[in-house]
């Protein structure tokens, strides 16, 4: 079992930005890989960026590439998802989430551990 504890959401004005934490505590040893989702009033949860955890390689939804930074730190067991240029459409609540597999990374059923999600709201 892995939790995860998720820290850093709010209200920010478009063009901001704000850092999202994401703690993983327990079996950390069976934690592959960690990704970011979101979920928006009214829409489905949608794949925002994910890591590996061993080699740290990453991977970005098209919408957030060149905004949004997925990195991590393997001694404090923290992934982190900078995000910069903030526009309106980034609202939603962000969820955290940890891979038991390196593959599909990209889609919700491939995660088995999913944090409670910390909203972040972008004004225009």
């Known amino acids: 079992q892995v939790q995860l504890v998720e820290s850093g959401g709010g209200l920010v004005q478009a063009g901001g930005s704000l850092k999202l934490s994401c703690s993983a505590s327990?079996?950390?040893?069976?934690?592959?890989?960690m990704g970011w989702f979101r979920q928006a009033p009214g829409k489905e949860r949608e794949f925002v960026a994910a890591i590996t955890w061993r080699l740290g390689t990453t991977y970005y939804a098209d919408s957030v590439k060149g905004r949004f930074t997925i990195s991590r730190d393997n001694a404090k067991n923290t992934v982190y998802l900078q995000m910069n240029s903030l526009k309106p459409e980034d609202t939603a609540v962000y969820y955290c989430?940890?891979?038991?597999?390196?593959?599909?990374?990209?889609?919700?059923?491939?995660?088995?551990?999913w944090g409670q999600g910390t909203q972040v709201t972008v004004s225009s």
């Open positions: 327990g079996r950390t040893f069976s934690m592959y890989a």
């Open positions: 989430a940890v891979a038991k597999g390196m593959y599909g990374l990209r889609y919700l059923q491939n995660y088995d551990f």
